[in-house]
């Protein structure tokens, strides 16, 4: 089985499906996912998504035994109502001798403070957390990207510290050479940084799916736990229909037009031939829609002509 994890049926709006999709998805079995889509492709004991922990593993192979926070480098823009996170971690495009330059200022502070800091990848940064460390509640950057930045950072009691500690950090980020030959260069500035993702190792980390591409990093850190095959999302279905159950993530698609190019068509094209015996559309949303060639007797029913409309069909 090959699953497409895709975003709200609402984000492609009125955009409409090809008579081969809308045909597919109404003959199709129609369900609805209980619970979030990541619940359903990882079972991770304790609850929780310690992706600071699980990318630490994957990154070190030091995780075991302590808890872990991700500080990724990140770049902030101040505005006149205050400040939004527009870009960090990968994206910054840091190299080794850059995140090593960055972090020489800020291992004394961090390391004062009792959370010692290094960056085994230029791009992800680590926390080491004392054992019994009260945290606050943090925002996973994807989600702050292009917010407020106040509503976005750690709240309450425990909150308090690691604004502060945030703010001296970016004193010492602001103050760093390195960022003015960056932004010399027409480069973003590592003004400041992210803390999210915070925890141990789970106990356990199981998956029914024997293969994940994307580019999630929850996703991928956690699934590696589980001992799938991870890999890069590819900009198109490869063809290949392998035994076991992949999973390809597209949650960051807008353009229909390309997805039915790229994905749906051939997709449906490898169910249709039979080389592929179910094709599962799982959104975001909660919607699910399980594909097989055995359907295609059902051509009583009128193709869907967009994903609004199968929303509206419920």
Do not use: C
């Not at 502060?164 to 590592?190: C, D, F, K, W, Y």
């Not at 390809?248 to 449906?268: C, G, I, V």
């Amino acid at each position: 089985m090959i699953t497409l994890l895709l975003p709200p049926r609402e984000r492609f709006g009125g955009q409409r499906l090809s008579a081969s999709t809308g045909r597919a998805l109404a003959r199709g079995d129609r369900g609805d996912r209980n619970g979030d889509a990541l619940s359903n492709i990882l079972d991770v004991l304790p609850r929780g998504w310690p992706v600071a922990a699980a990318a630490r593993q994957r990154d070190a192979g030091d995780a075991v035994g302590s808890a872990w926070l991700r500080a990724d480098p990140a770049y902030v823009r101040p505005d006149i109502n205050g400040a939004r996170l527009l870009s960090y971690g990968q994206a910054l495009g840091l190299t080794a001798q850059d995140a090593a330059a960055l972090l020489k200022p800020l291992k004394p502070l961090f390391g004062d403070a009792g959370f010692p800091i290094d960056a085994p990848v230029p791009s992800r940064w680590y926390l080491r957390l004392p054992a019994g460390a009260k945290l606050p509640a943090f925002t996973a950057p994807e989600q702050a990207l292009g917010a407020d930045l106040f509503d976005e950072l750690p709240q309450g009691p425990e909150g308090r510290r690691w604004r502060a500690l945030l703010s001296e950090a970016q004193i010492v980020l602001h103050n760093h050479p390195l960022n003015a030959q960056r932004a010399a260069t027409g480069l973003a500035p590592v003004n400041s940084l992210w803390f999210w993702g915070a925890g141990a190792l789970p106990d356990r980390v199981q998956s029914h799916y024997a293969r994940i591409a994307s580019d999630d990093e929850t996703l991928t850190a956690l699934a590696v736990l589980a001992g799938v095959n991870v890999a890069p999302k590819p900009d198109a279905w490869n063809g290949r229909v392998e035994a076991g159950s992949d999973l390809f993530d597209l949650r960051d698609a807008r353009d229909l037009a390309l997805l039915e190019r790229d994905w749906f068509a051939p997709l449906l094209e490898a169910v249709a031939d039979g080389a592929l015996k179910q094709l599962r559309f799982e959104f975001d949303d909660g919607a699910r829609y399980d594909l097989a060639r055995s359907q295609r007797w059902r051509f009583w029913r009128r193709p869907l002509p967009s994903f609004v409309n199968a929303m509206a069909a419920g």
